[in-house]
């Protein structure tokens, strides 16, 4: 499996990492906005092509899929692009930034039979595999969601402190994970809400914002989401079921009590990342929808475009 990386910032990194771990896989190209980043990416991770164009990749019969890991607002466009070339594609999450351009992009993978997946870590995580699993057996069921995303960003940095050259967004972004785990969790989603604070004066977005869902279960959640917290950085996820209480950081369980709890054995890795890519990789040889595909995450954005407008009418 030939696979070429577009966005060599830290996450695509991440995806690197992933990806060098599963038999079989090769890294045959690296593209970054910075020509010399990614040649130096490159050759890290022993790719024999790097650029600067994702239209470089997409003509190259030695690139079976593309993982990209580019600013949000290219994303919809972009997966749009690798499909009407022949290529499979993951998306880092979110799909798009509007509900328009992610029925854009189920439409071309309808039409293309391709595998579209979109980086939904929190679905590969086993901090909530173990929970689901549990759901799917019938031992618990979701009473209430308390979901904190708080970083310190107060200028365009990713996580690694360099330079981005996009803005990143608390509702197209950060709050995407949880509302699509909420209703991967919990079932689909019926009510949503939310209000936001101050827009930054030169990033132009809120920094501060609380959104509530309801699903089609009566379960419910609550999700505060910061640019501007200076403590505990993350997302910290509790899960008040009708029989336990569970706190999950990530890759990371513990119960109510802090017990921690053995997720070791629940899938083949303890990283979210190299599971994620591990079901792209697998959907692809095995001709199978993965999970988290466009098609299952798709209800995510209608919700984040309900939200937007519901934001655009308190301005």
């Known amino acids: 499996m030939r ?29 970054s906005r910075r020509a010399e980043q990614a040649a130096e ?7 024999k092509h790097s650029g600067t164009e994702l239209d470089e990749v997409l003509v190259r ?30 998306v880092e999450i979110p799909l798009a930034d509007s509900w328009a351009d ?8 309808q039409e293309t039979g391709l595998v579209c997946m979109v980086g939904h870590t929190r679905r590969f995580n086993p901090s909530h595999q173990y929970i689901h699993n549990k759901i799917k057996a019938g031992e618990l069921s979701i009473q209430q969601m308390d979901v904190q995303t708080f970083f310190f960003r107060r200028k365009n940095m990713n996580a690694k402190g360099e330079a981005r050259s996009w803005t990143d967004h608390l509702l197209w972004h950060h709050a995407a994970h949880t509302v699509d785990l909420f209703a991967y969790q919990a079932g689909k989603i019926v009510q949503a809400n939310a209000v936001q604070g101050p827009i930054h004066p030169e990033l132009g977005i809120a920094m501060d914002m609380s959104i509530q ?19 505990p950085l993350g997302t910290f996820f509790r899960y008040i079921c009708d029989n336990g209480t569970w706190i ?7 119960t109510g009590k802090e017990e921690v709890v053995d997720v070791s054995k629940v899938d083949v890795s303890m990283n ?22 466009v098609a299952k995450v798709l209800d995510c954005y209608r919700v984040l475009g309900e939200l937007e407008k519901q934001l655009e009418s308190q301005s």
Do not use: W
């Not at 699903?215 to 501007?228: H, P, R, V």
């Not at 979210?272 to 595909?293: K, M, T, V, Y």
């Open 248 to 254: 999950a950081r990530y890759d990371d369980l513990v």
């Open 61 to 90: 019969d030695d690139v079976d899929a593309v993982i990209l890991c580019t600013p949000t607002q290219l994303h919809a466009e972009q997966a749009i692009a690798c499909m009407k070339a022949g290529k499979h594609v993951q």
């Open 41 to 47: 990416v490159a050759a890290k991770y022993g790719a």
């Open 3 to 31: 696979i070429a990386l577009a966005g060599a910032g830290a996450f695509g990194e991440k995806h690197l990492d992933g990806l060098k771990l599963i038999d079989g896989v090769e890294i045959t190209s690296v593209i």
């Open 272 to 293: 979210g990342i190299e599971l994620q890519d591990r079901e792209f990789i697998a959907a692809i040889r095995e001709g199978r929808e993965p999970n988290s595909s």
């Open 102 to 109: 992610a029925q854009a992009v189920l439409k071309v993978q």
């Open 213 to 231: 869902l309801r699903s089609e279960t009566g379960a419910i959640c609550t999700l505060s989401l910061s640019f501007n917290n200076d403590g």
